[in-house]
């Protein structure tokens, strides 16, 4: 199982990034019901959720911190997951970490409901 991620970027204060993140191994390729979701990390803080969604897309939720300008989407022919991310903050620098949830039902913000997870991906945004 292989989450890839893709974005990274240096970026100015209200400018837009749009990360991606592929999914492959069998648990994908044979089309079983799971979640996505993004979590980042910046410098000397730890881990905090971003943004999820569920397997259909009924269920999405994000961090109070990014509502309204971040979108996350998800195909599931291509196994991707997107996180659009407009009106960037430096606050909002950090390595941002794609992951696979096997409950597909469900748009969690718990990192622990994910069992799969990508390499990460750095964003930078310059005031």
């Known amino acids: 199982v292989q989450l890839q991620a893709s974005g990274r970027g240096l970026v100015q204060a209200g400018d837009s990034v749009t990360l991606s993140c592929a999914a492959s191994?069998?648990?994908?390729?044979?089309?079983?019901?799971?979640?996505l979701g993004w979590f980042r990390q910046a410098p000397g803080k730890e881990r905090g959720f971003v943004a999820a969604?569920?397997?259909?897309?009924?269920?999405?939720s994000y961090a109070d911190s990014v509502k309204g300008r971040f979108t996350i989407s998800r195909d599931n022919v291509k196994n991707t997951v997107t996180l659009e991310m407009n009106s960037l903050k430096p606050e909002d620098s950090a390595v941002y970490y794609c992951?696979?949830?096997?409950?597909?039902?469900?748009?969690?913000?718990?990192?622990?409901?994910?069992?799969?997870w990508g390499q990460g991906t750095l964003v930078t945004v310059s005031s």
């Open positions: 969604i569920s397997w259909k897309g009924a269920q999405i």
């Open positions: 191994g069998p648990t994908f390729d044979r089309g079983d019901a799971y979640s």
């Open positions: 992951a696979a949830d096997e409950v597909g039902f469900r748009a969690s913000a718990l990192d622990a409901h994910y069992r799969y």
